[in-house]
């Protein structure tokens, strides 16, 4: 049964990853309800500013009704008004007639229309109800004599007469025979005020709503022929040359709405998404980039941290691994030399001396791992084989050892630390072939590296578990702390700067560990 030291702490890994990505949805969720209730928000706005360009247009037809009646009306008391004075005309001076009083009426209660009268010649013959004062007109032309004045005078109310014709078309009268008079005449005092009061309304309403910045950007276009209605955009986008690109702009942003008018017109309403709203439409995702940042960051300052921490409980733990052993083994040494005093078989002796300096050499290992190995520049092929060689004597001789190499390979390495990793992979090997198999051992090179190949044909490691066999902790033993393998990839990764790894592995039939050293 395999035991992993660290199977809890990668479940912890794993729940809390869940809970930030469920964390991570629900904050999404959130955000993009948020933005789809703005984003509903901003199209009602927009609906009820097209209503409001609707109503504006039905108030402006209705004012023009309005006011086309009143213009009727007041054509008509131009009429009654001009037949009367052509009465009073006719009579003479001396002449008194009751049946003039009416027409006399009607002149007289014409104080509103304003009338311009000219002969022929273009002269003016009389003028009434103008917003003139001649007399202050004449001071302000100063020292201009009077022909000179009146000429003036007649020109600027002839110029203001043919202003008039453009909204009431003027009278031509025979008042005698082939002599003809034009009267001129301009809406009522009344109806001007009324069209100024009505215009400074517009005015207002475009200021406020029509050309509103604070709105969303809307378009409101005629479907027939593309003309604008009413925008709240730039006059450069809604130009001649920039409609058609400012409609395809908007159209790829929001589909747009059709807006009905009462006279069965269809209308279409682009509208962009505020600026506000595309802000916050990717301010989650900024925002988790910066806290994914953040937490990169903190990740690598504690991982520096936790590999420190880490580094010196290794160089601690072999520190004291290493001065634990020194003594008993000075001890050994003393009862190995007294009992080569003693009249006993020498080989005893002889083979326990070399158990000593097989542990001398492991406190050797541990040292270095605590101080730092050095490198040198020394025969790989030769420290491999010595690694064989000693194996071949302490493991099960149903185990076959095969040993291929180059000779020699100079490679830059401890060999007391190379011995061990090598050492530590071929037993794990043994253990895997449970003592009865072929091991081989090659040694070889690439042009940038020196590779021990270590191939045995064991029980094989399965696939989900290649990733795992060099953390702390994993072991497929009953009894050790499964430190083994790990010790070999720091051996290689941080003191010779090279790689450890299963280059093959199937199930059984065996695994190949592969070493590589930089050359």
Known sequence: MAVNLYSNKQKWKIALMLLAFLMVAAFLFVSNTIVSKVGEREKERARQWADAIKKKLELVQLTNRTFSQLRDKERKEMTLWIDATKEVSKASPLDIDPNLDFPFKIINDNKDIPVILLDDEDQVSGFINLDMDTAGYRAE?????????????????????????MNNPPFSVEVFEDFFMTYYYNDSKEIVRLESERDSLLNAFNRELIDNKGLVPVLLI???????IGSNLDKKEVGEKSLRATIARLAAENEPLIIDFQDGQKNLLYY???PEL??????????FIIIGLFVLIAYLIFSTFRKAEQNQVWAGMAKETAHQLGTPLSSLMA???LLEAQEIDPMIPREMQKDVERLEKVTDRFSKIGSGGKLEELDLVATTLGVVDYLKLRVSDKVHFVFEA?????????????EWVIENICKNAVDAMEGNGTLTVTVHSSPEWAHIDIKDTGKGIPANKLKTIFEPGYTTKQRGWGLGLS???RIIKEYHKGKVFVLESQVDLGTTFRISIPL
């Open 278 to 287: 595309k802000q916050l439409q990717y301010f989650p995702y900024i925002q």
């Open 222 to 228: 005629d479907a027939k022929d593309s003309s604008v």
């Open 335 to 337: 009862w190995i030399q």
């Open 272 to 274: 962009d998404d505020s």
């Open 141 to 165: 032309q100063g020292t201009m004599d009077s022909k000179d004045f009146n000429k003036l005078l007649n020109d600027s109310l002839v110029k203001l007469a043919n202003s008039w014709k």
């Open 487 to 489: 010790l070999v990839k």
């Open 406 to 418: 180059e000779n020699p390979l100079v490679v830059r390495h401890n060999a007391s630390l190379m």
